[in-house]
T-cell receptor, first 112, second 114 residues
Framework: EAGVTQSPTHLIKTRGQQVTLRCSPISGHTSVYWYQQALGLGLQFLLWYDEGEERNRGNFPPRFSGRQFPNYSSELNVNALELEDSALYLCASSFGGPHEAFFGQGTRLTVV | DAKTTQPNSMESNEEEPVHLPCNHS???????IHWYRQLPSQGPEYVIHGLTSNVNNRMASLAIAEDRKSSTLILHRATLRDAAVYYCILRDRGSNFGNEKLTFGTGTRLTIIP
């Protein structure tokens, strides 16, 4: 069974540009979580989607947004990129509730 | 959200058991205790979870205190591949959507000494 897949694996953008990251959850999982992990730091919660709805978001500015599609895949959009947005962006999927979450390998975004 | 407290780092010798502690004194009755680990340059990996009783799986064991205010992840025989950051987090049973952030703390960096 395929795990959580994220694309692209690496990305280089310039300051001010916009970027879209994609996540395909494990088949049957309805919840998708997005995290930001800057180099050497912990995981910062960004967004949680379940059944197509945004259920919760972390302490990030509005230029971080996303959506979840009917097939439960998800996109994370970041507008007006800043240098400090350089990080590993991780997606996880789950059945929700107390169940375990499974993470993808992440997208490494570098903003120059 | 209920928070967890873990030591920043621990060391263990290869092929010896490792006990990773986690304090969660404000845990609620609907919180599950989850453990994840993150190997270098990889996304976090699920290890184990439990509610009240001790749990065992192929990767590890989870010992939960009777009052549920602390827990211990036990790696029975550490290998070099177990070197990672280990995160203890609380996850609501799902009775309240607002609690499902799956919030990670700073974790414990485990170093295995050959």
């Amino acid at each position: 069974e395929a795990g959580v897949t994220q694309s692209p694996t690496h990305l280089i953008k310039t300051r001010g540009q916009q970027v879209t990251l994609r996540c395909s959850p494990i088949s049957g999982h309805t919840s998708v979580y997005w995290y930001q992990q800057a180099l050497g730091l912990g995981l910062q919660f960004l967004l949680w989607y379940d059944e197509g709805e945004e259920r919760n978001r972390g302490n990030f500015p509005p230029r971080f947004s996303g959506r979840q599609f009917p097939n439960y895949s998800s996109e994370l959009n970041v507008n007006a990129l800043e240098l400090e947005d350089s990080a590993l962006y991780l997606c996880a999927s789950s059945f929700g509730g107390p169940h375990e979450a499974f993470f993808g390998q992440g997208t490494r975004l570098t903003v120059v | 959200d209920a928070k967890t407290t873990q030591p920043n780092s621990m060391e263990s010798n290869e092929e010896e058991p490792v006990h990773l502690p986690c304090n969660h004194s404000t845990i609620s009755g609907t919180d599950y205790i989850h453990w994840y680990r993150q190997l270098p340059s990889q996304g976090p990996e699920y290890v184990i979870h439990g509610l009240t009783s001790n749990v065992n799986n192929r990767m590890a064991s989870l010992a939960i205190a009777e009052d549920r205010k602390s827990s211990t992840l036990i790696l029975h025989r550490a290998t070099l591949r177990d070197a990672a950051v280990y995160y203890c987090i609380l996850r609501d049973r799902g009775s309240n959507f607002g609690n499902e952030k799956l919030t990670f703390g700073t974790g414990t960096r485990l170093t295995i000494i050959p």
